[in-house]
């Protein structure tokens, strides 16, 4: 406030000076038009409201007749693909990391389809580097047979394997997925975690096959990177075999599942390792190792084969196998054991199922609910109630953000107390 006088004594003088000058022809009225604002427009908002809803039915019309999805595409940014993370066999031991208690439910078995009830201490919740070391209990010792990281699977016939089946592989944060990704690091890492089995969504984007999730150009990997590094990871560890559940996309259709095989066949040794069933037994781990039939591909929604055949290893996967509810929306569902462990899709009422695939996942992904129903003792449970009310083993588990949780090291586990069993 000290500044203020001066100024408006000053202010006062100057007005005072303006009046009474002589020369200054400016009248009173002339003065106060300079120093006082314009008369308001009277129109002035009756026309910015009218502009304004014009705007809103332009932008409405403009947004139903054009495609939006193009629109919104256009204006989100693109992120680079993650890099080839082989570098040749990985090897190291897991590092310490957090070790939380998420319990999930007291697992217990009533019968003899699923003995994982009682887990020991060394199969703990937490998580270690993952992804860029082979985790211990995924490894022989040297010299020894070995069928994926352990030489007690060898004598299992594929449909007495339990596997680790990493829903949606491609939708990954570390991909480059924008929106509703599935897990945080990329399927090439699962790989080396330890998990098995890859499903992946197959897309039709402007004539272009990408693996994507129902949205072109919100994320996508491409098939020959994807089947490249297939190749790469079994060239590195040659006593492992790989599941495929390849799915083609309702809304990014028409899928040609030839077209597919032949970007399977582009990269060199993918359709050399491809393992077609005759319709007998399913061979066991050791075979399937010793013939390099280390790859098999099963694919389920519409698509087209040329003149109706598909190609050699391609397996309608409900021909052959029965899986419960997909679309759980809380842990409560998946512990609703009657509605989540149904059988919805599968060979049928009066037909037996080879393989058994049990849900273990919540929709939309949800990290948090990831915690809870990777766990062991959530898991334990919940496969061995599942396996008990189908009377039949689960085969392969699906679940979401994988890095999370004991999955990959409980499936192990349980393959070898069912390989111990006899």
């Known amino acids: 406030m000290a500044d203020s006088s001066p100024r408006s004594d000053n202010l006062t003088q100057e007005q005072s000076t303006v009046s009474n000058n002589p020369e200054n022809q400016n009248s009173e009225a002339e003065l106060e038009r300079l120093v006082s604002p314009p008369p308001q427009n009277c129109c002035t908002w009756y026309v910015a409201a009218a502009f304004l809803v014009l705007l809103a039915i332009s932008l409405i019309v403009t947004w139903t007749m054009l495609p939006a999805e193009d629109i919104v595409m256009k204006y989100l940014p693109h992120f680079d693909e993650p890099e080839n993370p082989y570098l040749g066999p990985e090897a190291g031991d897991p590092l310490d990391g957090r070790e939380d208690d998420l319990d999930g439910g007291e697992a217990s078995a009533d019968d003899d389809l699923v003995d994982i009830g009682d887990l020991p201490e060394e199969v703990a919740d937490g998580n270690y580097e993952i992804g860029t070391t082979v985790p211990t209990f995924m490894r022989c010792a040297d010299g020894e047979e070995c069928c994926n990281g352990s030489s007690s699977n060898c004598d299992l016939r594929l449909n007495e394997m339990m596997f680790g089946m990493v829903h949606n592989s491609m939708s990954?944060?570390?991909?480059?997925?924008?929106?509703?990704?599935?897990?945080?690091?990329?399927?090439?890492?699962a790989l080396v975690a330890g998990y098995r089995g890859l499903s992946l969504d197959v897309c039709n984007c402007n004539g272009i096959l990408q693996f994507c999730h129902n949205v072109c150009d919100l994320g996508e990997r491409m098939p020959n990177e994807v089947f490249s590094n297939t190749v790469q990871f079994l060239t590195d560890f040659p006593s492992e075999v790989i599941v495929l559940f390849i799915e083609a996309s309702i809304d990014r259709g028409p899928i040609s599942w030839t077209e597919l095989y032949n970007e399977m066949a582009a990269v060199d040794g993918f359709v050399d390792?491809?393992?077609?069933?005759?319709?007998?037994?399913?061979?066991?781990?050791?075979?399937?190792?010793?013939?390099?039939?280390?790859?098999?591909?099963?694919?389920?929604?519409?698509?087209?084969?040329?003149?109706?055949?598909?190609?050699?290893?391609?397996?309608?996967?409900?021909?052959?196998?029965?899986?419960?509810?997909?679309?759980?929306?809380s842990l409560n569902d998946l512990q609703n054991y009657e509605y989540s462990c149904t059988v919805t899709r599968g060979p049928g009422i009066n037909a037996t199922a080879d393989f058994f695939v049990v849900n273990n996942f919540v929709t939309p992904p949800d990290p948090s609910a990831a915690e809870i129903s990777n766990s062991k003792d959530f898991l334990a449970n919940r496969l061995t109630k599942c396996a008990n009310i189908q009377k039949m083993r689960p085969n392969f588990v699906y679940l979401d953000f994988w890095s999370i949780g004991v999955t990959a090291e409980l499936v192990q586990y349980a393959n070898a107390q069912y390989a111990e069993s006899g």
């Open 273 to 329: 390792m491809m393992y077609v069933h005759d319709g007998g037994q399913w061979p066991t781990m050791r075979e399937m190792v010793q013939k390099n039939s280390r790859i098999v591909v099963f694919y389920f929604n519409p698509g087209t084969c040329d003149n109706d055949v598909c190609p050699a290893g391609f397996h309608y996967l409900y021909d052959y196998a029965a899986e419960t509810v997909f679309d759980s929306a």
């Open 172 to 189: 990954t944060e570390e991909g480059g997925f924008i929106l509703g990704y599935n897990h945080y690091l990329a399927l090439e890492k």
